[in-house]
Protein backbone atom coordinates (compact mmCIF):
# COMPACT_ATOMS: atom_id res chain seq x y z
CA UNK A 1 0.00 0.00 0.00
CA UNK A 2 1.38 3.54 -1.19
CA UNK A 3 0.96 6.69 0.63
CA UNK A 4 1.43 9.78 -0.51
CA UNK A 5 1.90 12.92 2.24
CA UNK A 6 3.04 16.34 1.51
CA UNK A 7 5.35 17.58 3.88
CA UNK A 8 4.11 19.62 6.45
CA UNK A 9 7.36 19.51 9.45
CA UNK A 10 10.55 19.77 9.84
CA UNK A 11 11.48 16.39 10.29
CA UNK A 12 9.44 15.34 7.05
CA UNK A 13 11.66 18.05 5.70
CA UNK A 14 14.67 16.16 6.77
CA UNK A 15 13.75 12.43 6.16
CA UNK A 16 12.74 14.50 2.23
CA UNK A 17 16.39 15.72 2.20
CA UNK A 18 18.21 12.53 3.61
CA UNK A 19 16.07 10.05 1.64
CA UNK A 20 19.05 9.85 -1.37
CA UNK A 21 21.77 9.66 1.12
CA UNK A 22 19.77 5.75 1.97
CA UNK A 23 18.90 5.49 -1.61
CA UNK A 24 22.18 5.97 -3.12
CA UNK A 25 24.14 4.49 -0.45
CA UNK A 26 27.19 2.91 -1.76
CA UNK A 27 26.61 4.00 -4.86
CA UNK A 28 29.70 4.21 -7.16
CA UNK A 29 29.14 7.32 -9.11
CA UNK A 30 26.12 9.05 -7.22
CA UNK A 31 28.12 12.56 -5.53
CA UNK A 32 25.96 13.43 -2.22
CA UNK A 33 24.90 17.05 -2.28
CA UNK A 34 25.54 19.38 0.54
CA UNK A 35 22.64 19.14 2.69
CA UNK A 36 22.57 22.74 3.58
CA UNK A 37 22.44 24.17 -0.11
CA UNK A 38 19.67 21.26 -0.68
CA UNK A 39 17.75 23.03 2.79
CA UNK A 40 18.70 26.33 1.12
CA UNK A 41 17.06 26.14 -2.28
CA UNK A 42 13.56 24.56 -0.82
CA UNK A 43 14.03 27.43 1.73
CA UNK A 44 11.07 30.22 0.96
CA UNK A 45 13.02 33.05 2.58
CA UNK A 46 16.74 32.32 1.61
CA UNK A 47 16.05 31.12 -2.12
CA UNK A 48 14.53 34.23 -4.15
CA UNK A 49 13.35 31.46 -6.62
CA UNK A 50 9.97 31.27 -4.30
CA UNK A 51 9.46 35.14 -4.81
CA UNK A 52 7.86 34.34 -7.74
CA UNK A 53 6.85 30.58 -7.48
CA UNK A 54 4.81 27.70 -5.22
CA UNK A 55 5.70 24.50 -4.26
CA UNK A 56 4.60 21.37 -2.64
CA UNK A 57 6.48 18.63 -1.24
CA UNK A 58 5.65 15.18 -0.87
CA UNK A 59 7.16 11.93 0.58
CA UNK A 60 5.54 8.36 -0.90
CA UNK A 61 5.57 5.90 1.79
CA UNK A 62 5.43 1.98 1.49
CA UNK A 63 4.53 0.29 4.60
CA UNK A 64 5.53 3.42 6.71
CA UNK A 65 9.22 2.96 4.86
CA UNK A 66 9.91 6.13 2.80
CA UNK A 67 10.01 4.52 -0.87
CA UNK A 68 10.48 8.25 -3.02
CA UNK A 69 10.03 11.88 -3.06
CA UNK A 70 8.95 14.59 -4.90
CA UNK A 71 8.05 18.44 -5.41
CA UNK A 72 5.46 19.87 -7.54
CA UNK A 73 6.46 23.38 -8.53
CA UNK A 74 4.80 26.45 -9.86
CA UNK A 75 6.83 29.45 -11.47
CA UNK A 76 4.91 32.09 -12.20
CA UNK A 77 7.51 34.12 -14.33
CA UNK A 78 7.53 30.61 -16.88
CA UNK A 79 4.32 31.13 -16.98
CA UNK A 80 4.28 34.90 -17.29
CA UNK A 81 7.73 34.94 -20.06
CA UNK A 82 6.03 31.71 -22.16
CA UNK A 83 2.52 32.42 -22.08
CA UNK A 84 1.42 28.86 -20.89
CA UNK A 85 0.06 27.15 -18.03
CA UNK A 86 3.33 24.78 -17.74
CA UNK A 87 4.08 23.89 -14.57
CA UNK A 88 7.25 21.65 -13.03
CA UNK A 89 8.43 18.97 -10.97
CA UNK A 90 11.48 18.41 -9.38
CA UNK A 91 13.77 16.94 -6.90
CA UNK A 92 11.90 13.75 -8.17
CA UNK A 93 14.07 10.20 -5.90
CA UNK A 94 12.17 6.81 -6.04
CA UNK A 95 13.00 3.34 -4.79
CA UNK A 96 12.73 0.72 -7.87
CA UNK A 97 8.74 0.87 -7.56
CA UNK A 98 6.73 1.85 -9.99
CA UNK A 99 3.64 1.94 -7.77
CA UNK A 100 5.22 4.73 -5.34
CA UNK A 101 6.61 6.67 -8.74
CA UNK A 102 2.80 6.71 -9.85
CA UNK A 103 1.34 7.79 -7.02
CA UNK A 104 3.91 10.53 -6.93
CA UNK A 105 3.51 11.65 -10.05
CA UNK A 106 -0.37 11.45 -9.68
CA UNK A 107 0.17 13.47 -6.80
CA UNK A 108 2.01 16.28 -8.94
CA UNK A 109 -0.50 16.37 -11.35
CA UNK A 110 -3.49 16.70 -9.06
CA UNK A 111 -1.35 19.65 -7.77
CA UNK A 112 -1.04 21.72 -11.12
CA UNK A 113 -4.56 20.68 -12.20
CA UNK A 114 -5.52 22.27 -9.21
CA UNK A 115 -3.15 25.40 -9.86
CA UNK A 116 -5.08 25.47 -13.27
CA UNK A 117 -1.93 23.99 -15.49
CA UNK A 118 -2.25 22.02 -18.53
CA UNK A 119 1.42 20.22 -18.07
CA UNK A 120 4.07 20.20 -16.47
CA UNK A 121 7.73 19.77 -17.30
CA UNK A 122 10.89 18.22 -15.04
CA UNK A 123 12.61 17.17 -13.08
CA UNK A 124 13.92 20.67 -12.64
CA UNK A 125 15.66 21.82 -8.88
CA UNK A 126 13.71 23.72 -9.16
CA UNK A 127 14.08 25.19 -11.92
CA UNK A 128 15.93 25.18 -15.57
CA UNK A 129 18.85 27.40 -14.12
CA UNK A 130 19.50 25.50 -11.57
CA UNK A 131 20.38 21.40 -11.87
CA UNK A 132 17.98 19.54 -14.13
CA UNK A 133 16.99 16.70 -16.26
CA UNK A 134 17.06 13.09 -15.74
CA UNK A 135 20.22 11.05 -16.70
CA UNK A 136 19.34 8.65 -19.60
CA UNK A 137 22.60 7.73 -21.17
CA UNK A 138 26.15 7.66 -18.99
CA UNK A 139 25.48 5.44 -16.05
CA UNK A 140 29.09 4.46 -15.49
CA UNK A 141 30.80 7.90 -14.86
CA UNK A 142 30.27 10.55 -11.83
CA UNK A 143 28.16 13.56 -12.58
CA UNK A 144 29.97 16.83 -13.32
CA UNK A 145 29.39 19.87 -10.71
CA UNK A 146 25.66 20.91 -10.56
CA UNK A 147 24.74 17.87 -12.51
CA UNK A 148 22.22 14.96 -11.73
CA UNK A 149 22.60 11.41 -11.64
CA UNK A 150 19.99 8.65 -10.65
CA UNK A 151 19.94 5.02 -11.00
CA UNK A 152 18.87 3.52 -15.30
CA UNK A 153 15.88 2.87 -13.75
CA UNK A 154 14.26 6.18 -13.36
CA UNK A 155 13.60 7.22 -17.37
CA UNK A 156 11.11 3.48 -17.05
CA UNK A 157 9.59 5.05 -13.82
CA UNK A 158 8.65 7.77 -15.39
CA UNK A 159 7.41 6.33 -18.55
CA UNK A 160 4.90 4.01 -16.64
CA UNK A 161 3.53 6.81 -14.86
CA UNK A 162 2.66 8.20 -18.10
CA UNK A 163 5.08 11.22 -18.67
CA UNK A 164 6.57 11.53 -22.00
CA UNK A 165 10.02 13.12 -23.72
CA UNK A 166 10.05 16.90 -23.99
CA UNK A 167 13.54 17.41 -24.63
CA UNK A 168 16.59 15.84 -24.47
CA UNK A 169 20.04 17.88 -22.94
CA UNK A 170 23.97 17.05 -24.18
CA UNK A 171 26.66 16.70 -22.12
CA UNK A 172 30.30 16.42 -24.01
CA UNK A 173 34.04 15.63 -22.51
CA UNK A 174 36.97 17.63 -24.30
CA UNK A 175 40.25 15.77 -23.27
CA UNK A 176 42.66 18.94 -23.57
CA UNK A 177 45.20 17.05 -25.34
CA UNK A 178 42.59 16.81 -27.67
CA UNK A 179 41.38 20.46 -27.98
CA UNK A 180 42.29 22.24 -31.68
CA UNK A 181 44.27 25.07 -30.54
CA UNK A 182 45.91 25.29 -33.75
CA UNK A 183 42.62 25.72 -35.38
CA UNK A 184 41.38 27.67 -32.69
CA UNK A 185 44.53 30.06 -32.51
CA UNK A 186 43.93 30.70 -36.44
CA UNK A 187 40.36 31.43 -36.22
CA UNK A 188 40.24 33.90 -33.57
CA UNK A 189 43.28 35.82 -35.48
CA UNK A 190 40.47 36.21 -38.06
CA UNK A 191 37.93 37.06 -35.58
CA UNK A 192 40.50 39.72 -33.58
CA UNK A 193 41.42 41.43 -37.33
CA UNK A 194 37.83 41.80 -38.27
CA UNK A 195 35.96 43.00 -34.80
CA UNK A 196 37.37 46.90 -34.09
CA UNK A 197 37.51 47.47 -30.03
CA UNK A 198 37.90 43.97 -28.89
CA UNK A 199 38.46 42.65 -25.45
CA UNK A 200 38.65 39.45 -24.60
CA UNK A 201 39.67 39.19 -20.80
CA UNK A 202 38.72 37.25 -16.82
CA UNK A 203 36.73 38.34 -15.12
CA UNK A 204 37.46 40.88 -12.16
CA UNK A 205 37.04 39.93 -8.75
CA UNK A 206 37.41 43.18 -7.47
CA UNK A 207 34.77 44.33 -9.35
CA UNK A 208 32.28 41.59 -8.66
CA UNK A 209 28.95 42.89 -8.36
CA UNK A 210 29.26 44.68 -11.59
CA UNK A 211 31.31 41.83 -13.43
CA UNK A 212 27.91 39.92 -12.33
CA UNK A 213 25.51 42.82 -13.86
CA UNK A 214 27.27 42.41 -17.10
CA UNK A 215 27.05 38.73 -17.20
CA UNK A 216 23.22 39.11 -16.49
CA UNK A 217 23.19 41.03 -19.50
CA UNK A 218 24.31 38.87 -21.61
CA UNK A 219 22.57 35.45 -20.34
CA UNK A 220 19.18 37.16 -20.53
CA UNK A 221 19.52 38.62 -24.28
CA UNK A 222 21.27 35.05 -25.00
CA UNK A 223 19.57 32.44 -24.43
CA UNK A 224 15.94 34.69 -24.10
CA UNK A 225 14.08 32.41 -26.53
CA UNK A 226 16.16 28.96 -25.92
CA UNK A 227 13.60 26.25 -25.01
CA UNK A 228 12.65 25.69 -21.70
CA UNK A 229 14.61 29.27 -20.20
CA UNK A 230 13.12 31.71 -18.06
CA UNK A 231 15.11 35.13 -17.16
CA UNK A 232 16.66 35.18 -13.87
CA UNK A 233 15.99 38.32 -11.37
CA UNK A 234 18.14 40.26 -10.06
CA UNK A 235 17.84 38.55 -6.87
CA UNK A 236 18.19 35.16 -8.29
CA UNK A 237 21.10 36.31 -9.77
CA UNK A 238 22.82 37.86 -6.80
CA UNK A 239 21.86 35.06 -4.98
CA UNK A 240 23.51 32.37 -7.74
CA UNK A 241 26.60 34.97 -7.62
CA UNK A 242 27.40 35.00 -3.77
CA UNK A 243 27.12 31.00 -4.11
CA UNK A 244 29.00 30.37 -7.04
CA UNK A 245 31.97 33.34 -5.64
CA UNK A 246 33.80 31.22 -3.29
CA UNK A 247 33.78 28.55 -5.76
CA UNK A 248 34.95 30.81 -9.08
CA UNK A 249 38.32 30.71 -10.62
CA UNK A 250 38.66 33.92 -12.62
CA UNK A 251 40.63 33.13 -15.41
CA UNK A 252 37.89 30.29 -15.94
CA UNK A 253 35.39 33.11 -16.93
CA UNK A 254 35.60 34.48 -19.96
CA UNK A 255 34.32 38.11 -21.17
CA UNK A 256 34.02 39.92 -24.25
CA UNK A 257 33.65 43.32 -24.33
CA UNK A 258 32.81 45.25 -27.66
CA UNK A 259 33.20 48.89 -27.52
CA UNK A 260 33.00 48.24 -23.85
CA UNK A 261 29.57 46.46 -23.72
CA UNK A 262 29.10 42.86 -22.65
CA UNK A 263 28.91 40.81 -26.05
CA UNK A 264 29.69 37.40 -24.78
CA UNK A 265 30.84 35.12 -22.24
CA UNK A 266 31.55 31.64 -20.91
CA UNK A 267 31.48 30.63 -17.27
CA UNK A 268 33.19 27.25 -16.30
CA UNK A 269 33.93 25.80 -12.76
CA UNK A 270 36.38 23.40 -11.42
CA UNK A 271 34.49 20.31 -11.04
CA UNK A 272 34.14 20.23 -7.35
CA UNK A 273 32.22 17.00 -7.55
CA UNK A 274 35.45 15.12 -7.15
CA UNK A 275 35.75 17.12 -3.25
CA UNK A 276 32.10 16.16 -2.65
CA UNK A 277 31.84 12.92 -3.22
CA UNK A 278 34.49 13.05 -0.04
CA UNK A 279 32.26 15.18 2.38
CA UNK A 280 29.17 12.55 2.67
CA UNK A 281 26.73 15.64 2.30
CA UNK A 282 28.61 17.89 5.57
CA UNK A 283 30.32 20.88 5.57
CA UNK A 284 31.60 20.51 8.85
CA UNK A 285 35.35 21.36 10.25
CA UNK A 286 36.76 18.40 9.56
CA UNK A 287 34.72 18.51 6.34
CA UNK A 288 36.01 22.07 5.66
CA UNK A 289 39.80 20.96 6.17
CA UNK A 290 38.83 18.00 3.81
CA UNK A 291 37.62 20.60 1.08
CA UNK A 292 40.80 23.06 1.33
CA UNK A 293 42.46 20.06 1.09
CA UNK A 294 41.29 18.34 -2.00
CA UNK A 295 40.41 21.13 -3.89
CA UNK A 296 43.90 21.62 -5.37
CA UNK A 297 44.18 18.26 -6.23
CA UNK A 298 40.79 19.04 -8.97
CA UNK A 299 42.27 18.17 -12.58
CA UNK A 300 38.70 18.52 -14.59
CA UNK A 301 36.05 21.51 -15.00
CA UNK A 302 33.04 22.05 -16.07
CA UNK A 303 32.28 24.42 -18.65
CA UNK A 304 28.16 25.22 -17.89
CA UNK A 305 27.53 28.37 -19.40
CA UNK A 306 28.46 30.31 -23.02
CA UNK A 307 26.79 32.65 -24.80
CA UNK A 308 26.80 35.49 -27.61
CA UNK A 309 24.24 38.10 -27.58
CA UNK A 310 22.07 38.41 -30.48
CA UNK A 311 23.35 41.56 -32.08
CA UNK A 312 26.80 39.83 -31.91
CA UNK A 313 26.05 36.61 -33.25
CA UNK A 314 27.63 34.94 -36.59
CA UNK A 315 30.85 37.18 -35.83
CA UNK A 316 33.30 34.02 -34.32
CA UNK A 317 32.88 35.12 -30.62
CA UNK A 318 32.46 31.73 -29.69
CA UNK A 319 35.73 30.20 -30.73
CA UNK A 320 37.70 32.66 -28.76
CA UNK A 321 35.55 31.65 -25.36
CA UNK A 322 36.36 28.41 -26.41
CA UNK A 323 40.17 29.01 -26.71
CA UNK A 324 40.47 31.40 -23.59
CA UNK A 325 38.62 28.67 -21.92
CA UNK A 326 40.74 25.74 -22.74
CA UNK A 327 43.81 27.65 -22.08
CA UNK A 328 43.20 28.53 -18.60
CA UNK A 329 42.10 24.98 -18.05
CA UNK A 330 45.65 24.05 -19.24
CA UNK A 331 47.85 26.51 -16.90
CA UNK A 332 45.71 25.11 -14.48
CA UNK A 333 46.73 21.49 -15.00
CA UNK A 334 43.47 19.83 -15.88
CA UNK A 335 43.70 17.30 -17.98
CA UNK A 336 39.66 17.82 -19.63
CA UNK A 337 35.98 18.59 -18.59
CA UNK A 338 32.50 18.58 -19.53
CA UNK A 339 30.62 20.92 -21.36
CA UNK A 340 26.98 21.01 -20.84
CA UNK A 341 24.44 21.08 -21.37
CA UNK A 342 23.46 21.99 -24.81
CA UNK A 343 19.79 21.34 -25.88
CA UNK A 344 19.61 18.27 -28.70
CA UNK A 345 17.80 20.27 -31.74
CA UNK A 346 20.48 23.27 -31.14
CA UNK A 347 22.54 21.57 -33.68
CA UNK A 348 24.91 24.63 -34.30
CA UNK A 349 26.59 24.12 -30.97
CA UNK A 350 26.31 20.79 -30.82
CA UNK A 351 28.21 20.59 -34.15
CA UNK A 352 30.88 23.60 -32.70
CA UNK A 353 31.42 21.28 -30.06
CA UNK A 354 32.42 18.29 -31.82
CA UNK A 355 34.62 20.14 -33.19
CA UNK A 356 36.13 21.37 -30.23
CA UNK A 357 36.62 17.73 -29.23
CA UNK A 358 34.12 17.22 -27.36
CA UNK A 359 33.05 13.54 -27.09
CA UNK A 360 28.72 13.01 -26.77
CA UNK A 361 29.30 10.93 -23.45
CA UNK A 362 25.82 11.83 -21.90
CA UNK A 363 21.79 12.30 -21.93
CA UNK A 364 19.91 14.05 -19.76
CA UNK A 365 16.07 14.08 -20.59
CA UNK A 366 12.85 16.27 -19.80
CA UNK A 367 9.69 14.91 -19.35
CA UNK A 368 6.12 16.16 -19.45
CA UNK A 369 2.98 15.66 -17.76
CA UNK A 370 -0.77 16.25 -19.04
CA UNK A 371 -2.65 17.51 -16.38
Not at 42 to 59: G, T, V
Not at 183 to 204: A, G, H, M, N
Not at 332 to 346: A, F, K
Amino acid sequence: MIEVVPVKTQKELKAFVDFPFTLYKNHRYWIPPLKQEVYKLLDKSKNPFWDHAEREIYLAYRNKRIAGRICAIVDYNFIEFWNEKTGSFGFFECDEDEDAAKALFEQVTTFHREKGMTQYIGPVNPSTNDECGMLIEGFFTPPAIMMPHNYEYYPRLCEHAGLAKAKDLNAYYVDIKDAPFDYLERLCSIVRRRVQDLKVRPIDMNQFRNEVQRIKEVYNDAWSRNWGFVPMTDAEIDAMAENLKPLVKPELVIMIDIDNVPAAVSLSLPNYNQVLKRLNGRLGPIEMLKFLYYKNKIKEARLMIMGVRKQYRKMGLESLLFLESFRAGQKLGYTGGELSWVLEDNHSTNSEIVKMGGELYKKYRIYSGNV
